[in-house]
C-alpha cells in the first residue's frame, strides 16, 4: 500500500534526475507506410522543452526502431525493446542527453520486448511487460531492470498481475506505473511497483466510467505529484486526459482534453510541462507530427489544455513519412 508523507506531496524525490529535465527526446518510432512497410525511422530529435520551437536531429540510434519505451537517470536515456524490420527486439541502447551523439549498446533485455514500457528512479530503470512479437500477443508479463549507469544486461525484477495493455508509462521517482489489459482495447487497471525493489506490481486504480481515458496507446506524463494520462484508440484516436495522484491509490479523475485526437504516442516532461510526440496525431483526418504540450499543474475540468509546440521531424530512414508511432522518449 502506497502510504502517504510529506515526501509523497512534492514533485521530486531524489538529488539526481529521474526522467525529467530541461531536454526532451524521441527515438525511433514509425511505420510511415504501414506495419509491412519497414519505414521506421533509425534516430533521435529533442527540443528545449521550456521553448516552443520546431524538433532538432539529435544523432543516429543503434536500429531503425518502433514500438521501443525511454526512460532516463543521470543525464542517460535509455532506448528498450521494440520492432526493427517486424523483428522484436532485447536490444538497450542509450544517449547522453547533454550532448548531441549517436546512441551506444548498453545491454539485452531479458527478453525481446515490443511494446513495452519503462520507468526510472534516476539511478534503476525498469522495463515492464510488452509482447514477444511484433504486434499485440503473446503477451509478457515479466519486468527487467537494470542500473542505469553501468550498462549491462538486464535482470528480471518481477511481473505484472494483468496482461499489460499497448501505452506508455510513467514515474515519480520512487513509483513506476502502467497499465493492464482486461479485454480488447479495455485497459482499465493501473499498476504500480516501487522501482528499488524486485517485486510483482500492485492495483493502484482503474480508469472512470464513460468519457474517461481508455483503450490502447495512451501517452503517459508525471510531475512528481500526478501521473497524468491521454489519448489512446479503442478504434478510433481519443483526446481524453485523465490523472491520478500519486500520494493516493484511487480511479483515475477527469483532468481536461488534448486539442486534438492522440494515439501510440510518446510523452517526457521538464517537471511542470507535460510533452507529446510521434504518433498518430490525427486532426481534420489528416496525419500532422507536431509536438503539443500542456501544463501538469493545471486545476482538474473538461477543457482543452493542449497547445501546439513545433514540428516533429522524419529525418532518417522512411524519410518523407512524419507518421512516427510509439517511439521512446525521455527527458533530461
Not at 542509450?94 to 545491454?107: C, E, K, L, M, P
Not at 514477444?132 to 528480471?156: E, G, K, Q
Not at 500520494?247 to 483515475?252: A, E, F, L, M
Not at 510518446?266 to 498518430?280: A, H, T, V, Y
Amino acid at each position: 500500500m502506497l502510504v502517504r508523507s510529506t515526501n509523497l506531496s512534492q514533485k521530486s524525490f531524489h538529488s539526481v534526475d529521474w526522467g525529467q529535465g530541461s531536454r526532451g527526446c524521441w527515438s525511433g518510432g514509425g511505420p510511415g507506410g504501414g506495419e509491412s512497410s519497414n519505414q521506421y525511422c533509425d534516430n533521435t530529435y529533442y527540443v528545449t522543452i521550456s521553448t516552443l520551437s520546431n524538433a532538432v536531429f539529435f544523432g543516429d540510434i543503434t536500429y531503425n526502431m518502433w514500438r521501443c519505451a525511454g526512460t532516463s537517470g543521470g543525464g542517460r536515456g535509455l532506448i528498450c525493446g521494440g520492432v526493427n524490420h517486424l523483428t522484436p527486439k532485447e536490444n538497450i541502447s542509450y544517449h547522453n542527453i547533454a550532448a548531441r551523439s549517436d546512441s551506444t549498446h548498453f545491454g539485452n533485455c531479458t527478453t525481446q520486448r515490443a511494446l513495452c514500457t519503462a520507468a526510472s528512479n534516476g539511478i534503476k530503470a525498469i522495463i515492464i511487460s510488452g509482447s514477444s512479437a511484433n504486434h499485440h500477443t503473446p503477451h509478457l508479463t515479466s519486468i527487467d531492470y537494470v542500473t542505469i549507469a553501468s550498462a549491462a544486461n538486464a535482470t528480471n525484477f518481477g511481473y505484472t498481475i494483468n496482461n499489460p495493455v499497448k501505452s506508455d508509462g510513467t514515474g515519480n521517482g520512487v513509483y513506476g506505473m502502467t497499465l493492464t489489459e482486461t479485454g480488447t482495447y479495455d485497459s482499465n487497471k493501473f499498476h504500480y511497483v516501487a522501482i528499488d525493489t524486485p517485486a510483482n506490481t500492485t492495483e493502484f486504480g482503474q480508469v472512470r466510467g464513460s468519457g474517461g481515458f481508455r483503450g490502447e496507446g495512451g501517452i503517459a506524463n508525471s510531475n512528481g505529484s500526478r501521473a497524468i494520462w491521454s489519448g489512446g484508440y479503442d478504434g478510433s484516436d481519443l483526446r481524453h486526459m485523465d490523472y491520478l495522484t500519486w500520494s493516493t491509490p484511487s480511479n483515475s479523475l477527469a483532468y481536461g482534453q488534448l486539442r486534438r485526437n492522440e494515439a501510440h504516442t510518446s510523452g517526457c516532461e521538464d517537471g511542470s510541462r507535460g510533452m507529446i510526440g510521434g504518433g498518430d496525431g490525427w486532426e481534420n483526418g489528416t496525419n500532422d507530427a507536431s509536438l503539443e504540450y500542456f501544463s501538469m499543474d493545471l486545476s482538474a475540468g473538461s477543457s482543452v489544455i493542449s497547445a501546439a509546440f513545433g514540428a516533429g521531424t522524419s529525418l532518417g530512414h522512411g524519410s518523407g513519412h512524419s507518421k512516427r508511432q510509439k517511439p521512446a522518449a525521455y527527458a533530461g
